[in-house]
């Protein structure tokens, strides 16, 4: 089961006491009515400490781009007439404006969202402060998608569309325990904009924008790609998801897509959601491989798996875990006792023996051929190896497999026991059936690889291992 963390923020007080003896009761005495005093020219003290927080920030990361320290702020307050319940000061000095927005809550509470531009120069950054002073920024690709559908809804959708002198504040609100993804959502005046993405390659991210007004029921949805076409997910498209039944399967690191779900007939469709519990059930029931019940509604011509991609509103399991043993490498947590430096062609991480690409190697960065040296999977809940399937060396093409050390031999160590495996010197997947013989099932929940002998390469003393597969069930 994937086990939710609950992050719990403690606000600590503390109440000085002074003095040991009850202060002397004040002696009220009548005294001439207040003089009126001026409306407070200088705002409190939150917002500018806010905008002196982010410039440092700016000026650390953007070095020349960002505004000038020595700029001389103007300070303006510009929350509007009658609005409660949020302030709004704008700083400006030559080109720049930086505006501060923040609620108007208990000051450790506060959150302010501060924001800079420079229309001339082509610069805008957006990000936020809290009380203690941490800034976070809002990355560059949610705001180039906020953009993009922005353009696009004022183009297609004219007075219906958000009003486009709109200040959109973000937030990250990426669940806690949500891996690979990141959610954004921005809002402004009754609107509320929504950007998600898988976590994966710049140039390769797609972009899943909801955009929404309650007061004047506008709904929208569309994906937004890294060069920012806007492509409209058609309401009108979409088929009604009425109870399908199937599998939902992850696929590895590095591919474009998370994943898919297998209807019983084979048809595969890309699958998301905008419900966290929802999305929670289906994190579930991918690493279980449960049969499940899927309702939503199918958006065809999407950037996604098969081009079609299941909104899902509604998911139930059908089954318990998968019978038939998978691949669970694609779920594992990957770690190596050290890896051979990227260089122009290619890198080596460990995430290479996992990606399902028989391309890509996990390659030890020690010198010598590496024995000793290790990779470990560690799985999110316990299963019950079957198979290890294995391809031992740089497997891009046969010139490079042969002129890298290939394993010959390894031990394989599983919750409190190991296993020798051999290997023969050949290109591509080998397969080892795990087993006791006589014994119980060999249940673990991490899988650790260490080189013990090599076949060595005709010109580098680096041992590679393209692919690594666990074969198994989840026990859970
Ligand atoms: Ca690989
Ligand atoms: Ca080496």
Request: proline share 6%; glycine share 10%.
């Amino acid at each position: 089961m994937k086990k939710t963390g609950i992050w719990i923020l403690l606000s600590v007080f503390f109440l000085v006491a002074c003095g040991q003896t009850p202060a002397p009761e004040p002696i009220i005495q009548p005294t001439a009515a207040p003089a009126p005093t001026a409306a407070p020219t200088k705002a409190p003290e939150g917002p500018a400490l806010a905008r002196e927080i982010a410039l440092d920030y700016l000026a650390e990361q953007y070095g020349a781009q960002a505004p000038g320290r020595d700029l001389d702020w103007q300070e303006r307050r510009i929350t509007p007439e009658g609005l409660l319940g949020s302030e709004t000061y704008q700083y400006t000095a030559g080109d720049w404006t930086l505006t501060v927005h923040y609620p108007v809550v208990a000051p450790e509470a506060v959150i302010y969202r501060v924001e800079v531009e420079n229309a001339a120069a082509g610069f805008y950054w957006q990000g936020s402060v809290d009380a203690q002073g941490q800034l976070a920024e809002i990355p560059a690709g949610a705001i180039m998608a906020r953009d993009a559908v922005l353009d696009y809804l004022s183009a297609q959708y004219a007075d219906q569309a958000p009003a486009q002198d709109l200040r959109w504040w973000g937030q990250r609100t990426t669940p806690e325990d949500l891996l690979g993804s990141e959610t954004y959502q921005f809002s402004a005046d009754g609107w509320v904009m929504t950007v998600q993405y898988p976590v994966v390659a710049p140039e390769a991210v797609i972009y899943r924008v909801d955009v929404s007004n309650v007061a004047t029921a506008f709904s929208w949805q569309g994906t937004v790609d890294a060069a920012g076409q806007v492509d409209e997910l058609d309401e009108g498209d979409g088929e009604v998801v009425d109870g399908w039944t199937g599998v939902l399967v992850k696929l590895p690191p590095g591919s474009q897509f998370g994943g898919y779900f297998q209807r019983d007939d084979g048809e595969r469709f890309d699958f998301g959601t905008q419900d966290q519990a929802v999305r929670e059930l289906l994190s579930t029931y991918t690493w279980t491989g449960a049969q499940v019940r899927i309702w939503g509604q199918v958006y065809y011509g999407v950037p996604a798996t098969e081009a079609r991609h299941v909104e899902v509103e509604r998911v139930e399991a059908l089954s318990g875990p998968a019978d038939d043993p998978r691949n669970l490498s694609p779920f594992a947590q990957l770690e190596a006792s050290s890896t051979l430096p990227a260089d122009r062609s290619a890198s080596y991480g460990a995430y290479n023996a996992i990606d399902g690409l028989l391309e890509t190697s996990w390659v030890e960065g020690v010198e010598g051929p590496g024995v000793g040296e290790w990779i470990l999977l560690t799985f999110p809940g316990t299963i019950e190896i079957s198979q290890f399937s294995l391809d031992v060396g740089y497997d891009q093409d046969e010139e490079l497999f042969f002129a890298n050390n290939r394993i010959k031999r390894a031990t394989v160590y599983v919750s409190d026991e190991q296993f020798e495996l051999e290997f023969s010197d050949e290109r591509g997947l080998q397969a080892l059936a795990m087993a006791r013989t006589p014994g119980g099932p060999i249940e673990t929940t991490f899988v650790k690889l260490v080189i013990e002998e090599v076949y060595p390469g005709s010109r580098y003393d680096d041992t590679c291992l393209a692919e690594i597969e666990v074969w198994g069930l989840v026990r859970e």
